[in-house]
Protein backbone atom coordinates (compact mmCIF):
# COMPACT_ATOMS: atom_id res chain seq x y z
CA UNK A 1 0.00 0.00 0.00
CA UNK A 2 1.34 3.48 -1.08
CA UNK A 3 0.99 7.18 0.13
CA UNK A 4 1.11 10.21 -0.52
CA UNK A 5 3.90 12.80 1.33
CA UNK A 6 4.04 16.56 0.10
CA UNK A 7 7.59 18.14 0.15
CA UNK A 8 7.72 21.37 0.48
CA UNK A 9 10.63 22.37 -1.98
CA UNK A 10 12.29 25.97 -2.21
CA UNK A 11 14.90 26.89 -4.48
CA UNK A 12 15.84 30.59 -3.32
CA UNK A 13 13.53 32.79 -5.52
CA UNK A 14 11.59 35.58 -4.52
CA UNK A 15 7.54 36.14 -5.73
CA UNK A 16 7.49 39.58 -7.91
CA UNK A 17 6.69 42.23 -5.90
CA UNK A 18 8.91 41.52 -3.13
CA UNK A 19 11.93 42.87 -1.69
CA UNK A 20 14.73 40.53 -1.42
CA UNK A 21 16.20 41.73 1.94
CA UNK A 22 13.02 41.46 3.21
CA UNK A 23 12.18 38.17 2.44
CA UNK A 24 15.30 37.30 3.74
CA UNK A 25 14.47 38.90 7.15
CA UNK A 26 11.00 37.60 7.37
CA UNK A 27 12.09 33.56 6.34
CA UNK A 28 14.67 33.53 8.81
CA UNK A 29 12.20 34.85 11.53
CA UNK A 30 9.93 32.32 10.36
CA UNK A 31 12.22 29.07 10.01
CA UNK A 32 14.53 29.97 13.21
CA UNK A 33 17.22 29.66 10.33
CA UNK A 34 21.04 30.51 11.31
CA UNK A 35 23.39 32.49 8.44
CA UNK A 36 24.17 29.15 7.53
CA UNK A 37 20.70 27.55 7.23
CA UNK A 38 20.22 30.82 5.01
CA UNK A 39 23.05 30.64 2.48
CA UNK A 40 21.77 26.91 1.55
CA UNK A 41 18.29 28.09 1.02
CA UNK A 42 19.34 31.02 -1.11
CA UNK A 43 22.04 28.86 -3.30
CA UNK A 44 19.86 28.24 -5.72
CA UNK A 45 19.46 24.77 -5.08
CA UNK A 46 16.38 22.53 -4.37
CA UNK A 47 15.84 22.45 -1.01
CA UNK A 48 13.23 20.51 1.03
CA UNK A 49 12.00 22.39 4.07
CA UNK A 50 9.86 19.86 5.23
CA UNK A 51 7.78 16.61 4.44
CA UNK A 52 4.31 16.00 6.01
CA UNK A 53 1.83 13.42 4.93
CA UNK A 54 -0.81 16.13 5.34
CA UNK A 55 -2.45 17.98 2.73
CA UNK A 56 -3.83 20.32 4.76
CA UNK A 57 -0.78 21.06 6.34
CA UNK A 58 1.60 21.63 3.55
CA UNK A 59 -0.88 24.36 1.94
CA UNK A 60 -0.70 26.36 5.64
CA UNK A 61 2.80 26.00 5.45
CA UNK A 62 2.93 26.81 1.59
CA UNK A 63 0.54 29.75 1.99
CA UNK A 64 2.12 31.37 5.01
CA UNK A 65 5.84 31.45 2.91
CA UNK A 66 4.09 32.84 -0.20
CA UNK A 67 2.46 35.50 2.54
CA UNK A 68 6.06 36.82 3.08
CA UNK A 69 7.35 36.57 -1.25
CA UNK A 70 8.91 32.97 -0.74
CA UNK A 71 8.37 30.91 -3.92
CA UNK A 72 7.59 28.42 -2.50
CA UNK A 73 6.68 24.57 -4.48
CA UNK A 74 5.23 21.60 -3.19
CA UNK A 75 5.53 18.16 -4.38
CA UNK A 76 3.56 15.23 -3.56
CA UNK A 77 5.61 11.48 -3.80
CA UNK A 78 4.06 8.02 -3.09
CA UNK A 79 5.95 6.64 -0.55
CA UNK A 80 5.37 2.62 -0.57
CA UNK A 81 4.65 1.32 3.16
CA UNK A 82 7.21 -1.26 4.33
CA UNK A 83 5.80 -4.97 3.63
CA UNK A 84 4.52 -6.56 7.03
CA UNK A 85 6.82 -9.44 8.64
CA UNK A 86 4.84 -13.13 9.20
CA UNK A 87 4.49 -14.53 11.75
CA UNK A 88 6.22 -16.99 12.79
CA UNK A 89 4.71 -20.26 14.38
CA UNK A 90 5.50 -21.10 17.99
CA UNK A 91 5.72 -24.79 18.85
CA UNK A 92 3.99 -26.10 21.66
CA UNK A 93 5.61 -25.64 24.81
CA UNK A 94 7.70 -23.43 23.44
CA UNK A 95 7.42 -19.98 25.34
CA UNK A 96 7.02 -17.40 22.07
CA UNK A 97 9.58 -15.03 22.37
CA UNK A 98 9.43 -11.66 23.97
CA UNK A 99 10.01 -8.51 21.67
CA UNK A 100 12.81 -6.26 22.43
CA UNK A 101 12.01 -2.99 24.70
CA UNK A 102 11.53 0.34 23.32
CA UNK A 103 13.66 2.90 24.24
CA UNK A 104 11.76 5.35 26.15
CA UNK A 105 12.40 9.43 26.58
CA UNK A 106 13.82 8.23 29.54
CA UNK A 107 16.27 6.09 27.92
CA UNK A 108 20.10 7.06 28.12
CA UNK A 109 20.60 7.21 24.17
CA UNK A 110 19.43 10.21 23.14
CA UNK A 111 16.94 10.52 19.99
CA UNK A 112 18.84 12.29 17.55
CA UNK A 113 20.76 9.20 17.12
CA UNK A 114 18.24 7.31 16.35
CA UNK A 115 18.20 6.30 12.47
CA UNK A 116 14.66 5.25 11.03
CA UNK A 117 14.15 2.29 8.43
CA UNK A 118 13.69 4.17 5.21
CA UNK A 119 14.76 1.04 2.88
CA UNK A 120 10.88 0.56 2.46
CA UNK A 121 10.58 3.92 0.77
CA UNK A 122 10.99 4.86 -2.26
CA UNK A 123 11.01 8.00 -4.81
CA UNK A 124 7.83 8.37 -7.82
CA UNK A 125 8.26 10.59 -10.48
CA UNK A 126 6.35 13.47 -10.16
CA UNK A 127 2.56 12.81 -11.33
CA UNK A 128 0.49 15.86 -11.60
CA UNK A 129 -0.02 19.10 -8.76
CA UNK A 130 -1.51 18.85 -5.70
CA UNK A 131 -3.97 21.73 -6.67
CA UNK A 132 -5.67 21.41 -10.68
CA UNK A 133 -4.66 24.55 -12.64
CA UNK A 134 -7.04 26.97 -13.79
CA UNK A 135 -7.90 26.44 -17.00
CA UNK A 136 -7.18 28.91 -19.89
CA UNK A 137 -10.60 31.19 -20.87
CA UNK A 138 -10.85 30.56 -24.09
CA UNK A 139 -10.19 33.06 -27.22
CA UNK A 140 -12.86 35.09 -27.94
CA UNK A 141 -14.90 34.08 -31.06
CA UNK A 142 -14.78 37.55 -33.14
CA UNK A 143 -16.33 37.96 -36.06
CA UNK A 144 -14.66 39.97 -38.94
CA UNK A 145 -15.37 38.42 -42.24
CA UNK A 146 -17.07 42.76 -43.01
CA UNK A 147 -14.09 44.25 -42.52
CA UNK A 148 -10.92 45.04 -44.85
CA UNK A 149 -8.18 46.76 -45.12
CA UNK A 150 -8.04 49.23 -47.81
CA UNK A 151 -5.53 50.71 -49.52
CA UNK A 152 -3.08 53.56 -48.77
CA UNK A 153 -3.93 56.14 -51.49
CA UNK A 154 -1.47 58.36 -49.34
CA UNK A 155 -4.29 60.31 -47.74
CA UNK A 156 -3.91 60.89 -44.05
CA UNK A 157 -6.57 59.42 -41.32
CA UNK A 158 -6.80 63.14 -39.80
CA UNK A 159 -6.95 65.73 -41.92
CA UNK A 160 -4.70 68.91 -41.06
CA UNK A 161 -5.80 71.59 -39.82
CA UNK A 162 -5.35 74.92 -41.62
CA UNK A 163 -2.86 76.99 -40.34
CA UNK A 164 -2.71 80.85 -40.82
CA UNK A 165 0.34 82.24 -41.96
CA UNK A 166 0.26 86.28 -40.46
CA UNK A 167 2.61 88.05 -42.41
CA UNK A 168 4.36 91.28 -41.36
CA UNK A 169 5.65 93.86 -43.59
CA UNK A 170 9.43 95.04 -42.05
CA UNK A 171 10.66 96.83 -45.05
CA UNK A 172 10.46 100.31 -43.07
CA UNK A 173 12.66 99.04 -40.41
CA UNK A 174 16.32 98.76 -40.11
CA UNK A 175 19.20 98.03 -37.49
CA UNK A 176 21.22 101.07 -36.81
CA UNK A 177 24.84 101.22 -35.99
CA UNK A 178 25.91 100.69 -32.22
CA UNK A 179 26.98 104.26 -31.94
CA UNK A 180 27.94 103.45 -27.83
CA UNK A 181 24.85 105.47 -26.40
CA UNK A 182 23.12 103.85 -23.56
CA UNK A 183 18.97 102.56 -25.23
CA UNK A 184 17.66 104.48 -22.29
CA UNK A 185 19.13 107.81 -21.08
CA UNK A 186 19.80 107.32 -17.16
CA UNK A 187 18.62 108.88 -14.22
CA UNK A 188 19.99 111.93 -12.81
CA UNK A 189 19.12 110.58 -8.72
CA UNK A 190 22.12 111.10 -7.01
CA UNK A 191 23.05 107.91 -5.25
CA UNK A 192 22.66 108.57 -0.85
CA UNK A 193 26.52 107.72 0.37
CA UNK A 194 25.98 105.75 3.43
CA UNK A 195 28.55 106.40 6.11
CA UNK A 196 29.32 102.19 7.15
CA UNK A 197 31.37 101.39 10.19
CA UNK A 198 33.99 98.90 10.04
CA UNK A 199 32.42 95.89 10.25
CA UNK A 200 33.24 92.04 10.81
CA UNK A 201 32.26 88.90 10.97
CA UNK A 202 32.00 87.03 14.24
CA UNK A 203 32.34 83.04 14.52
CA UNK A 204 28.96 81.16 14.01
CA UNK A 205 27.16 80.70 17.16
CA UNK A 206 28.57 83.52 19.19
CA UNK A 207 26.32 86.18 21.03
CA UNK A 208 25.99 89.38 19.45
CA UNK A 209 25.65 92.36 22.43
CA UNK A 210 23.36 94.76 21.25
CA UNK A 211 25.07 98.64 21.96
CA UNK A 212 23.47 100.55 24.38
CA UNK A 213 23.12 104.15 23.50
CA UNK A 214 25.50 105.86 26.10
CA UNK A 215 23.21 108.60 28.44
CA UNK A 216 24.42 110.78 30.77
CA UNK A 217 23.94 109.84 34.53
CA UNK A 218 21.90 111.76 36.27
CA UNK A 219 22.88 113.06 40.40
CA UNK A 220 20.08 114.72 42.00
CA UNK A 221 20.46 116.86 45.37
CA UNK A 222 18.82 115.00 48.04
CA UNK A 223 20.25 116.53 50.83
CA UNK A 224 17.26 118.62 51.85
CA UNK A 225 15.06 115.39 51.84
CA UNK A 226 13.97 113.10 55.10
CA UNK A 227 12.24 110.09 55.48
CA UNK A 228 9.31 110.12 58.19
CA UNK A 229 8.13 107.08 60.05
CA UNK A 230 5.42 105.05 58.96
CA UNK A 231 1.81 106.19 59.47
CA UNK A 232 3.32 109.48 59.81
CA UNK A 233 0.91 112.85 58.21
CA UNK A 234 2.49 113.79 55.42
CA UNK A 235 0.88 116.85 54.74
CA UNK A 236 0.87 120.08 56.79
CA UNK A 237 -2.39 121.74 58.32
CA UNK A 238 -2.59 124.38 55.92
CA UNK A 239 -2.13 121.69 52.91
CA UNK A 240 -5.33 119.95 53.85
CA UNK A 241 -8.95 120.16 53.12
CA UNK A 242 -10.44 122.99 55.03
CA UNK A 243 -14.19 122.31 53.44
CA UNK A 244 -16.16 120.65 56.27
CA UNK A 245 -17.12 117.07 55.41
CA UNK A 246 -20.84 116.49 53.73
CA UNK A 247 -23.52 115.69 56.13
CA UNK A 248 -24.45 112.26 56.91
CA UNK A 249 -27.93 111.36 54.77
CA UNK A 250 -31.25 111.26 56.32
CA UNK A 251 -32.50 107.00 56.68
CA UNK A 252 -35.18 107.90 58.39
CA UNK A 253 -38.15 107.08 56.40
CA UNK A 254 -35.99 103.87 55.38
CA UNK A 255 -37.83 100.33 56.64
CA UNK A 256 -36.20 97.13 56.54
CA UNK A 257 -38.57 94.17 56.06
CA UNK A 258 -37.85 90.67 56.10
CA UNK A 259 -37.41 88.55 52.80
CA UNK A 260 -39.74 85.53 52.77
CA UNK A 261 -39.12 84.93 49.25
CA UNK A 262 -35.73 84.07 49.65
Same mark, same amino acid.
Given at each position: ????????? /?? !?????? /???????????????????????? /??????????????????? *???????????????????????????????? !?????????????????????????? @??? &??????????????????????? &?????????????????????????? @?? *? @?????????????????????????????????????????????????????????????????????????????? @???????????
Amino acid at each position: MSSIVYAIV /FK !GEIMEG /FQPISVKAHLAKLLKADGDRMKML /FSGKQVVIKRTADKAEAAK *YTNALKKIGADIKVKGIKAEAPAAKPKVATPA !GVPAATPAATPTSESPQEDASVVPDV @SGI &SLAPNEGNIVEPTPEPPPPDIDL &SGIEVAENDGAPLVEPKPVEVVEIDL @SE *Y @SVAENDGEPLVEPSDEVVPEIDVPDFGLDEPGAVLETIQEEKELLNPNTTGMTLAMAGTELLEPEEKDQEPPPPAPDT @SSIHLVPNFDV
